[in-house]
């Protein structure tokens, strides 16, 4: 099993950029997937970007090419750089950890608040 705890969220404006950090209790260079998620109010929530063990990544249509994900397996972290902000971002923002299929954990999120 795994903990894990994000930080970095803030309020910004939009065109602005932020960093999130995901901080795991554990070694994460054998986790198969590690992901970023956010759920806005009165919205389900919502895959953003996954990194794969072998660096793999992927992203949501509505981020490409303004967020990046990416991690330090050296200091168990997952990142979430996000540019380019803009209001529908706003969020609270889960990082997620995919042992298995059976076994997939997640952190308490952070908010990100846009404003025009």
């Known amino acids: 099993q795994v903990q894990l705890v994000e930080s970095g969220g803030g309020l910004v404006q939009a065109g602005g950029s932020l960093r999130l950090s995901c901080a795991a209790s554990?070694?994460?260079?054998?986790?198969?997937?590690m992901g970023w998620y956010r759920q806005a109010p009165g919205k389900q929530r919502e895959l953003v970007a996954t990194?794969?063990?072998?660096?793999?990544?992927h992203y949501v249509d509505s981020v490409k090419g303004r967020f990046t994900i990416s991690r330090d397996n050296a200091k168990n972290m997952v990142y979430l750089q996000m540019n380019s902000l803009k209001p529908e971002d706003t969020a609270v923002y889960f990082c997620?950890?995919?042992?298995?299929?059976?076994?997939?954990?997640w952190g308490q999120g952070t908010q990100v608040t846009v404003s025009s």
């Open positions: 990194i794969s063990s072998g660096g793999r990544k």
């Open positions: 554990r070694s994460i260079f054998s986790i198969n997937a």
């Open positions: 997620n950890a995919i042992l298995t299929p059976w076994d997939d954990y």
